[in-house]
């Protein structure tokens, strides 16, 4: 059973308040979730960049981790990643390795780009998702961006010169 744009919409809504959640503890306002084929979350997950030191603690890539370790590649090619903001080239790399079938995200890398503009700690690619996705055997179907309005709101005032 396809997953319905309202619970797409849901869930995605709850990302964003994963990066709210992942902001007030002092890391990048950034979240994702994994849910299964009906809809049902599995994991969540948050940015760990300011609070455990690793550039590359990303939400989606710290997500893709732990699925990848919980679930198989089969299993996961039939559930959705959601994720607050469209995962950057790294973080579509750990999608594709673990074999998520389906991302659902909200605002866009561009975007995001032209939000943060060129701060040291997030030097964003404007590189889509969809991108990387088309580069592989493994196919990765996306969806967004969605609510790039309500994405965005978490990201004022954290990023330089506001800091």
């Given at each position: ?50 609070t ?33 903001a ?34 040291p ?42 800091r």
């Amino acid at each position: 059973m396809p997953i319905s744009t309202d619970r797409d919409t849901e869930l995605l809504r709850r990302t964003i308040e994963l990066a709210s959640e992942s902001r007030g503890r002092g890391d990048h306002p950034f979240g994702a979730l994994l849910a299964d084929p009906d809809g049902n979350v599995l994991l969540e997950a948050m940015n760990t960049c300011g609070t455990k030191g690793d550039r590359t603690g990303h939400a989606e890539r710290n997500l893709m981790t732990e699925a990848s370790l919980k679930f198989s590649a089969e299993y996961l090619s039939g559930c959705t990643m959601y994720t607050s903001a469209e995962p950057c080239a790294m973080c579509a790399g750990s999608v594709y390795w673990a074999g998520v079938g389906r991302v659902v995200h909200g605002m866009s890398e561009k975007a995001l780009k032209d939000l943060i503009g060129p701060d040291p700690e997030n030097l964003t690619m404007d590189l889509p998702c969809r991108t990387i996705f088309d580069a592989g055997q493994r196919r990765v179907d996306v969806v967004g961006p969605m609510l790039s309005e309500e994405s965005a709101v978490v990201h004022e005032g954290f990023w330089t010169p506001a800091r």
